[in-house]
């Protein structure tokens, strides 16, 4: 994929055109992307609102009736319903990864079984997520859309082939 970008004087916001001969994950990704960089999701931390970006989320999770959103360093408490973001979020990358926690996939890097029998989501940031088994092939499946990879991903899940 090649980026072509040039400046133009007297535009009102930023335009991005983007052309392609066939509609591809990579290019269904990249505009998905373009059409959420701007949007963000009203959030409250010490008492002042703020409106954190979409792509900056890490996971969302949902704790005795409240939901708390996670970005790199940062947690914000949120007004919404776990079920009313993950909603909102399905379509950008967004997917359920146990009954409380919604996870951002492009913030993945593996996950892991635990000796335990346990699943653990590893983030870019350093961050683990506890994993439900119910939810494995929902975030197999929403990697598979995004033609992400497997080889990207550390995957320690031979043991079970039928999660993946």
């Known amino acids: 994929m090649r980026l072509i970008m040039c400046e133009r004087q007297g535009l009102e916001e930023p335009e991005v055109t983007l052309a392609y ?14 059409k959420n960089v701007d949007q963000t999701i009203l959030c409250k931390k010490d008492n002042e609102e703020y409106g954190v970006f979409i792509n900056d989320i890490f996971y969302i999770e949902s704790v005795d009736k409240k939901v708390f959103i996670y970005c790199e360093k940062e947690v ?40 335990n029998s346990k699943l653990e989501a590893k ?34 899940l031979w ?3 039928e999660y993946l």
């Not at 994993?131 to 497997?150: A, C, F, H, M, P």
């Open 21 to 34: 001969s066939e509609m591809t994950t990579g290019v269904q990704r990249v505009a998905d992307y373009v």
């Open 76 to 115: 914000f408490g949120c007004n919404h319903k776990l079920y009313e973001l993950e909603e909102m979020l399905s379509q950008v990358g967004f997917v359920r990864v146990s009954k409380s926690v919604l996870l951002n996939v492009e913030k993945l890097t593996a996950i892991k079984t635990l000796v």
């Open 123 to 156: 983030l870019s940031n350093g961050e683990s997520v506890c994993v439900t088994r119910k939810y494995l092939k929902d975030i197999r499946s929403e990697l598979l859309r995004r033609n992400k990879g497997w080889k990207r991903y550390y995957w320690i």
């Open 159 to 161: 043991r079970q082939p």
